[in-house]
């Protein structure tokens, strides 16, 4: 186990650098350098003399490898360098300032669509075929072309510009975090609704599920012994999509409610070709998935006897 | 064996073949069927933009700006006093064929290397096995950002960026299809009787995972044109003069608290768009399925 | 003497196992390990064995589908081993394959029709009518209607299935048909019409079987001998009623005690099995056999069990077992 555990911390490691690699390359093949685009942008110039020396105190006067270089020893350090954008800010300094409120929206958005997809999947499992799985089902097929974005902007529209009972923007206290939640929560949701049915409908056709009816347990116990226990584990694997689902959805939630997060942070940074930033987040959510998916394949390890990732002599 | 002629005496009628047998079934769900017709329709329309579209989607009327639906403009006007409904009708062209023209590129790229890798084990499987897991461990909408910052905006680079981002899923179903095919015994029993590598993938591959391969893509494209919008919304996607329904709705939204119509009309027409795709991806699902019967 | 349809000599097939997470380290398994047997023309050859004594990789070997590690594998008096790809090609025609699950062998997405049509057209015989002719033919002869052609696999009951299997298989008019436990995916009821379709169309024409598998009374009803196989080794080999009725090895006797007696007054005197089989990784030293033989322990488990490997020697004519001490019985 401890050996497995190594290799995919090696895994890991081989991954982030990887994708440090392709990112630097990537954002560095661009002509022109994120200062040009800025003095493009305020419509004035920059002395040539002076953009030369913002250049080389970045160390943007160097060759592409050895910026690479010079970047990954400083990565190892946990320095990430300064934002071009925000002035003596660094990349560090924006992410404890910013991603707390990336956190409490991803958490918030969680802890309510969690409950929610959960049950939706099991009342449509256990109603399978009825009216009322059938309703959820169609539900789950308008959610599916709803795109968070799409969504926020209508309970914007709606519920903060006609009847004005919700504000349109910021996060401070409950009444600004029910939207951004809420449209948030589409993607898990669906998500979760789909694959717990799934689960649930497998088990419920086994045989160890009709050997429990044919002993006599009364259906609640069959229910909760058997069918909860073994539908609801594999649910733990879609953990890692999800992470990357909810990224993915703050990035507009964000933006649409303007809400200090990491996310619309970076929206900024993105027009602005703030390398450090972009490269930072990049590599900083890329960790985050990978992680979620390695806990959650030791959690199944640890939850389901079934699965081993030793081999047993 | 007996002469050709009592040979053709006894032979049935032809049996229907693959593609019509799909087609039946696929008709036969009429919801999908109609969702497909509603597809065609609204590519068609888009496609004949200039003789469907009342106005011209780039002029403006500096008389009528802001204007909610009225007569003659049935989606209201802009910001520029430039017709809605016109915009929405030029701006699928572009929402469509990236939808379209970005999944058939991701197929193009992932299922040669999907079916190389399987076929071939070894260190090709290895190289690109590995290849396909730094991809998928990027969050896809950073993947976008990255290849949208580096080749800069517009039609083809954003097909492009898609095309590099979503092959992945079809090379890890096509790799996936062939190791299990490899695995069953109707491919050891074509291996018994002669077949060789070309026979088989003709005769089994190419029949068994044709329909998952043709699932995903179509599935992919309401993704695309979501990723589209997604990206115009950031200001990485189609830049202006053009328009797509990604652009609209990423640039309207701006002024939602003051003219609706704006953002609510090429809101509905995408996600409408996007569910009449994922429905016909799952009619063709089942079509698909030998194991439903329909 | 005329050559044997089939013989294999010395045959080996082995697979690398990795082991441990960086699987720096590989084993190999031995599947089936120096085995020598041969078929007559027109007999049927039964193989026994428990599930995973390598009966279904010899038979995968015999086909050629897996490369042997070493030995040769004759048929029809030629070397198949090492062949070019073109020849092969033209032996596999008289040699096919029924698979265990009859459903899995048949490919889901092909009506009846294609199926039994893709051997006739790898090999390129006749023309499409006379093709299509020969398809009906097939399917009249494995007792199927016609117009089963137009029909797909899985409107098929596993009894069917299995006779579409067997069509294909006889649409290349092989001399060997490997049949690798052709009915122990089927009910009981229809095993019976499946065997005694095969055995008809034995007679009918002169058909060579290698029969597979784990169910010894199945196994007798076809073959004329019988081989059983542990952990990839020949354990004995004799006629079907010498292994039936007075087995010698230690290991064939415990598998026909298993076989359920029908007549009560004969029960009562089952040998039963102890333990589970090793590991073919594993695999005991000497003879693989003695950990569980009830001989050895009857013996004392003589050192000679552990540390010698028994090779297959003659008891009487037409009768070899791989025991040391298969006299003490």
Known sequence: MVRYILGRLTGLVGVLFAVSLLTFFLMHSIPGGPYDMKAAQMAQMIPQDLLDKINKLNGLDQPVWKQYLIFLKNALKFDFGYSYISSGRTVVEIFANHWPYSMQVGGLTFAFAFPIGLGLGILSAMKRDTLVDRAITVLMVIIQALPSFIFALFLKLIFAVQLGWLPTQGWAGPKTWIMPVLANSLGPILMLQRYTRGAMVDVMGSDYVRTARAKGLTENRVTLVHIFKNALTPVITIAGPMVSNLITGSFFVEGIFRIPGLSSYLGGAIGNRDYPMIISSTLFFTAITTVTYLITDLAYAAIDPRVTYVKAR | ?294 | MPEPMLQTIDLVKSFAVRRGFFAQESIRLMAVDHVNISIDEGETFGLVGESGCGKSTLGLTVMQLYTPNGGQVRFDGQDLVGLSPEDLRHNRRRMQMIFQDPYASLDPRMSIEQILLEPLNIHGIGTHEERLAEVRRLLDLVGLPTDAADRFPSEFSGGQQQRIGIARALALQPKLIICDEPVSALDVSVQASILNLLRDLQDRMELTYLFISHNIAVTGFMSKRIGVMYLGRMMEIGSSDTIINHPSHPYTQALISAVPEPDPKMRGKERTLTGDVPSPIDRPSGCPFHPRCPLAKRLDNPARCREERPELRELSAGHTVACHFAEER
């Open chain 2, 1 to 294: 064996m007996t002469t050709s002629v009592a040979a053709r005496e006894i032979a049935p009628a032809k049996r229907p073949g693959m593609f019509r047998t799909i087609v039946t079934r696929f008709v036969r769900q009429k919801f999908a069927f109609i969702c497909f017709i509603l597809i065609v329709a609204e590519a068609v329309v888009a496609a004949g933009a200039p003789f469907f579209a009342p106005y011209d989607p780039l002029k403006t009327d500096y008389t009528i700006t802001w204007e909610p639906p009225l007569p003659g403009h049935v989606m209201g006007v802009d910001d520029l006093g430039r017709d809605v409904l016109s915009r929405l009708i030029y701006g699928g062209r572009i929402s469509i064929a990236i939808g379209v023209v970005s999944q058939i590129a991701a197929l193009a790229i992932g299922l040669p290397l999907g079916a190389l890798a399987g076929m071939l084990g070894g260190w090709v499987d290895f190289a690109v096995t590995r290849f396909i897991e730094i991809l998928t461990s990027v969050p896809t909408i950073f993947l976008y950002i990255l290849m949208m910052i580096a080749l800069g905006a517009g039609f083809q680079n954003m097909v492009l960026a898609m095309a590099i981002t979503n092959w992945t899923g079809i090379a890890r179903l096509v790799r996936g299809q062939v190791l299990s095919l490899k695995q069953t015994d109707y491919v050891r029993a074509a291996q018994a009787m002669g077949g060789d590598t070309k026979h088989i993938i003709m005769a089994h591959l190419v029949r068994n995972a044709l329909g998952p391969v043709l699932v995903s893509v179509t599935f992919g494209v309401p993704s695309a044109m979501l990723a589209e919008a997604g990206l115009s919304f950031l200001g990485l996607g189609i830049r202006p003069p053009d328009t797509s329904w990604g652009q609209m709705v990423g640039m309207y939204q701006s002024y939602i608290l003051t003219s609706w119509h704006l953002t609510v009309f090429p809101a509905l027409v995408m996600s409408v768009t996007m569910f009449l795709w994922y429905q016909f991806g799952e009619g063709l699902r089942v079509a698909l399925d030998p194991s439903i019967q329909i």
